[in-house]
């Protein structure tokens, strides 16, 4: 019985947002709430999501995501990609501003349709690059804003959730950028060991 409950829970994760879970008798009622459609699971196939063969859970996932209740993540971008993401972004800032450049983005991030947190390796990996191309560049030039707006969209891109925030700080006066993800943030939210109080978060969409 433990084992069900820890299988629905962790199928639950990959599950689009609109979608509910109600345990049965006999497996589990899945509720697409968006287009009113229901899909049952059955105990059997619950067990197998638990299971440790990786092939039959990757099967019932695929089955999950062609009936439209879970959306496929996508592939880690390469290093030369991060690298051209990072670039067009801070393009795209000088030429329009930090605000509008953030409103047209936010188009290309959408709301993440993945319940499962970023692993943090990923997270890690994501930010490292980004940090990498940063500092390497003459054009970016560590440009803090570049960096955390590359993160959001390309986390977001990928299904997973991503807070994008600005700070601020007083004494002396100064302007942050950094996003979320996972317990990491990218790049770090206190540069040099100053803390930068949140005036601004976005979490999908532009809001």
Known sequence: ???????????????????????MSDGALIADWRRTRF??????????????ISEERDEIITGLVRAGCATARRSQQSDVAIGLWLR?????????????????????????????PAATEDVERLKQ??????????????????????????LRRRGLKAV??????????????????SGLCIPNADPRGHAFAPVLSVDGGGQ
């Open 88 to 116: 067009g972004v801070h393009l795209l800032i000088r030429t329009m501003g930090f605000g509008r450049a953030l409103r047209l983005l936010s188009l290309a991030a959408p709301d993440y349709a993945r319940a499962d």
């Open 39 to 52: 899909l049952g699971v059955a105990t059997a196939d619950i067990r197998k999501f638990a299971g440790e």
């Open 164 to 181: 994008l925030h600005v700070g601020v700080r007083e004494h002396p006066f100064a302007l942050h950028a950094w996003t979320s993800s």
């Open 129 to 154: 690059a980004v940090q990498s191309h940063g500092r390497r560049s003459w054009f970016v030039n560590d440009d803090c804003k570049a960096e955390a707006m590359t993160a959001f969209v390309l």
């Open 1 to 23: 019985m433990a084992e069900n409950t820890d299988a629905l829970v962790a199928m639950t994760r990959i599950l689009s947002p609109h979608c509910r879970v109600t345990r």
